[in-house]
């Protein structure tokens, strides 16, 4: 299933390229990624250096070393094994100044549209941080959401905490409206733990309070489901 996501998304940054100068492209983090980043960065003629890279969010209150830090994770798994970027524009979750630094990084993505968004579902639907009931009507690129108790307790379960008080309660996320800028979505769902909400994402009713239900919008979306996540689904 990774392998399979990591190609499309491959083909369509190689398309990207071959029609302009640049490609701009999201990535994802947690233990759903795993998969798809080993393969993305084996995936052959794609001129890095000609990428810009952005991130769905990050905790706040955690520095850049912590083993859950999202830039830690995208560093060490993808940006440290690829050529040199054209440039990977972080989250600084730990800023001293949180509403400045949703501004720099709005400021980012606005001058970059993106071509490729590689994401997951959550076990509670949420897409990037957008626990339910998400905003589905703020056109703000970044914003600060509070996460509910099952998004922390999945963190808690995926290994990257210690305890749920461990898990910050504060997040800057990407918002549902910037996810859905994207030209091209990629969507890679693995795993049992997360099939309810795939099927409720696919077959359910349109809404907040399933975050991941807004990508039926969306017109050229890619979702790599395995057996295990598509249980649900006849």
């Known amino acids: 299933m990774g392998q399979a996501a990591a190609h499309q998304a491959a083909t369509l940054i190689r398309k990207t390229l071959a029609e302009k100068a640049t490609a701009n492209i999201i990535l994802a983090t947690g233990a759903s990624q795993f998969e798809m980043l ?3 960065v084996q995936e052959k003629d794609i001129d890095w250096l000609k990428v810009r890279m ?14 859950a830090s999202f830039r830690k994770y995208l560093q060490e798994r993808f940006v440290n094994k690829v050529a040199p970027l054209k440039a990977a ?28 968004a590689m994401i997951g579902i959550g076990e509670n ?8 009931p998400a905003d589905f009507e703020t056109a703000v690129p970044y914003i600060i959401v509070e996460l509910d108790e099952a998004c922390r307790k999945q963190q808690l379960g995926e290994g990257w905490f210690p305890n749920l008080s461990a898990v910050p309660e504060k997040a800057i996320s990407m918002s549902i409206a910037q996810i859905l800028k994207a030209k091209h ?5 693995p795993d049992e733990r997360k099939a309810q909400a795939v099927a409720a994402a696919i077959k359910g009713r349109l809404t907040p309070a399933l975050p991941a239900s807004i990508l039926r919008q969306h017109p050229n979306v890619f979702l790599y489901l ?3 996540s598509a249980k649900d689904l006849k």
Not at 54 to 67: N, R, S, V
Not at 185 to 189: A, E, L, M, N
């Open 38 to 40: 080993r393969a993305l």
């Open 54 to 67: 952005f991130h769905l969010d990050e905790y706040i209150g955690i520095k850049d070393d912590h083993p």
């Open 89 to 116: 524009y972080f989250i600084q979750g730990e800023a001293p100044n949180l509403k400045q630094e949703c501004s720099r990084i709005n400021q980012l993505i606005q001058q970059h549209p993106i071509d490729v």
């Open 125 to 132: 639907g949420h897409l990037a941080f957008n626990d339910p």
């Open 185 to 189: 979505i990629i969507c890679s769902v």
């Open 226 to 228: 395995d057996v295990a």
